[in-house]
């Protein structure tokens, strides 16, 4: 049994506030209102048990979650370590996670580019038609099959 929540209308967010794809992240993130749920690793301790499964939903090694290159990472070249000594980098040094990490019920991704993040989410014109120039545009999804994620009105800019 998993840790994290399962429901498909629920998004997690997972990122650093350290590292620069994870604020921009944020952003598209916090877009989606009360439909998602942002952890900032820097200020929040997920625990090892979300960690691990976080790493074997991806199918990856913990030391893969981790960028080595990021000038705040520890320097763990040549080093052997093992699952517990990764998952006390991750929790002494939140800036070793550079890619924001995104989970939507059985949906798990490690994004590298701002643009996975936006497709990730579906934050698009998804299920929108385009309509001529000074004619109002149709906010309300058009199609069936179509992930589309209502504006909560409450949430407005």
Do not use: C
Not at 47 to 59: H, R
Not at 81 to 90: C, E, G, I, M, R
């Amino acid at each position: 049994m998993g840790v994290l929540a399962k429901n498909n209308r629920q998004f997690t967010y997972i990122y650093s506030s350290t590292s620069s794809i994870g604020k921009q992240g944020k952003g598209y993130a916090e877009s989606l209102g009360d439909k998602v749920q942002i952890l900032d690793i820097s200020k929040t301790n997920l625990g090892n048990t979300i960690w691990v499964e976080l790493a074997e939903k991806m199918g990856k090694n913990l030391k893969d979650l981790l960028s080595s290159e990021h000038p705040d990472a520890p320097d763990t070249q040549g080093s052997v370590f093992s699952a517990d000594d990764w998952l006390k980098v991750l929790n002494k040094n939140p800036s070793a996670l550079q890619n924001p990490i995104l989970v939507n019920g059985d949906a798990y991704l490690q994004a590298t580019t701002p643009s996975e993040i936006l497709e990730f989410f579906a934050i698009d014109s998804a299920g929108l038609e385009k309509n001529p120039l000074g004619k109002e545009p149709t906010t309300s999804s058009t199609t069936d099959d179509v992930n589309f994620i209502e504006r909560n009105p409450d949430n407005s800019r």
